[in-house]
């Protein structure tokens, strides 16, 4: 049956034509997007999944570059106690020389000492972003190094590398220091801070004798801000008997402080008060003075400093391996987390891409099955356009029927 009120056959070619519309704007959105789910309405689930992972691929990121850093930190750490083997090997080579009586021990002595200073500079710049690995004050780091995802939620996992104590001097409780009243001291007696106000902020530390004699290699640190100043206790300053040893080691601080150049900062000496150093803060900023004591008897490498091949080559030998073998297990440790954290490294970096590749399995279009499916839909829509207006003609018909 005819009708034209009803035309079946142009609302069917309407629907087809719709139909082939949206499947060509899908395709036309897939190959804009180059993805198949591009939006949670194409597909709920799957891009929930998707959005997921990806945000796990930008946490693997971040584990990456903590992986780098904490590589970079060990790598510092490693090759300075290297180094230090390095340079015990070279003084376990003057020992042992001077295990021979028709020897100039005197001179292989200056030899050793010279280097036993350099193993303490060696320690003490083996820092990577501020962390010192091998000096003692460190006694472990954690680097980041993966995000486990369970049923019950996501957790990080840290990689715990040990610090190694290669210093020649480590921290003692000597009673040394002493302050006013913006000086606060800690109850081991060993450190001190101070706080100085802008414009004007003064203070004072007094250097005392401590609980023990101050001995050669001994060490006093004080950080302003972020600089370092250092003083080290030299045998002369111990065997002078003319100054007193606090006297002498304010005056060596004094000139460290002002090689550091910290403008409107000043730092006096008073000759009339043993060992004080007077801080006086004229700068636009607040400034923090702490201080540190470092005892030249004690820490992992701590008996080099007993090492003496002119009074007694036997102990010194004997010592010299002992120490040998501190730095060894130390360039071991280092070594062996080196290596971890780089596996780790390799894996995450794997790992990323192994997600990113699951994403795209996931959300990405086929651009080759896409491309034919959008040459098939052009022209579906071609002959849906025909097969439209051939029925719409089709109550045009009914006209012959009345003439």
């Known amino acids: 049956m005819s009708s034209i009120l009803t035309n079946n056959g142009a609302m069917v070619a309407l629907q087809t034509m719709k139909n082939i519309n949206a499947s060509l704007g899908r395709t036309q959105s897939e190959i804009s997007t180059g993805k198949t789910v591009a939006n949670a309405k194409d597909n709920a689930a799957v891009w929930a999944i998707s959005k997921t992972m990806e945000a796990d691929v930008e946490g693997f990121k971040g584990i990456s570059d903590s992986l780098s850093l904490g590589t970079s930190t060990i790598a510092v750490a490693r090759q300075a106690s290297e180094t230090v083997t390095d340079l015990l090997k070279q003084m376990k080579s003057k020992i042992v020389s001077a295990q021979s009586q028709n020897i100039d021990r005197a001179k292989l002595q200056t030899d050793v000492a010279a280097l036993r200073e350099q193993i303490g500079s060696v320690v003490k710049a083996a820092q990577f ?23 019950s939620g996501v957790a990080a996992s840290t990689i715990t590398v040990n610090g190694q104590n290669l210093s020649t001097g480590g921290y003692t409780a000597n009673d040394v220091f002493s302050g006013s009243t913006g000086g606060t001291i800690s109850n081991a007696a060993d450190t001190f801070v101070l706080s100085l106000d802008a414009a004007g902020g003064s203070d004072d530390i007094t250097i005392g004798d401590g609980a023990n004699a101050w001995a050669a290699g001994d060490s006093i640190s004080l950080r302003i801000g972020d600089r370092v100043a250092s003083y080290t206790v030299k045998a002369s300053d111990v065997a002078s008997a003319n100054n007193s040893v606090p006297d002498l080691i304010a005056v060596g601080l004094k000139d460290a402080i002002d090689k550091l150049g910290i403008s409107d900062l000043t730092v006096e000496y008073d000759s009339t008060n043993a060992g004080q150093l007077v801080f006086t803060n004229n700068t636009t900023r607040d400034l ?91 022209v579906q829509q071609q002959l849906a356009t025909q097969a439209l207006s051939i029925a719409n003609q089709q109550p045009q018909n009914l006209l012959a029927l009345f003439r």
């Open 129 to 151: 972003n501020g962390l010192n690995l091998i000096d003692g004050s460190t006694a472990s780091m954690e680097v980041l190094s993966s995000l486990d995802r369970s049923t």
């Open 288 to 378: 923090s003075v702490s201080g540190q004591y470092q005892n030249a008897g004690s820490g992992g490498l701590g008996a080099i400093q007993s090492i003496n091949v002119q009074t007694n080559p036997t102990a010194a030998l004997a010592t010299v391996e002992s120490l040998l073998s501190t730095a060894i297990d130390a360039s071991s440790a280092f070594g062996s987390a080196q290596g971890r954290i780089e596996t780790q490294a390799k894996f995450v970096s794997q790992l990323s891409d192994a997600l990113t590749s699951g994403i795209g399995t996931l959300v990405d279009a086929d651009m080759e099955e896409t491309s034919a499916r959008l040459q098939a839909l052009q």
